[in-house]
């Protein structure tokens, strides 16, 4: 059984760094695309950034572009999403997902439906 447990999320300062980490285990694919969510009060699911663990190409919403980077340790079948200079706006439950079918980018958006596994979030609070 495939499990994803996310940790790292906080409260820090606007202008602040977080780094968060997704703990994956269960799964044996060789490819998977495995990607970072968030949900902020009142709003949709947001997809943040995806990598794909076989060839390591990587998507950032634009929103993030430039501030988040996406990395993986396959060693450690752990997942990273290192955050730097946070915005209040960045304000948000963070969710890892993953699903050995590939991920989905519509009109430069990271689909969340069609992911297959989910974590259970990690929350991030950004103060002004």
């Known amino acids: 059984q495939v499990q994803l447990v996310e940790s790292g999320g906080g409260s820090v300062q606007a202008g602040g760094s977080l780094r968060l980490s997704c703990a994956a285990s269960?799964?044996?694919?060789?490819?998977?695309?495995m990607g970072w969510f968030r949900q902020a009060p009142g709003k949709e699911l947001e997809g943040v950034a995806a990598?794909?663990?076989?060839?390591?190409?990587?998507y950032y919403a634009d929103s993030v572009k430039g501030r988040f980077t996406i990395s993986q340790d396959n060693a450690k079948n752990t997942l990273y999403l290192q955050m730097n200079s946070l915005k209040p706006e960045d304000t948000a439950m963070y969710y890892c997902?993953?699903?050995?079918?590939?991920?989905?980018?519509?009109?430069?958006?990271?689909?969340?439906?069609?992911?297959?596994?989910w974590g259970k979030g990690t929350l991030v609070t950004i103060s002004s």
């Open positions: 997902a993953a699903d050995p079918g590939g991920c989905t980018v519509v009109a430069g958006n990271l689909l969340y439906y069609g992911m297959d596994y």
């Open positions: 269960g799964y044996t694919y060789s490819t998977v695309c």
């Open positions: 990598i794909y663990t076989g060839g390591g190409s990587t």
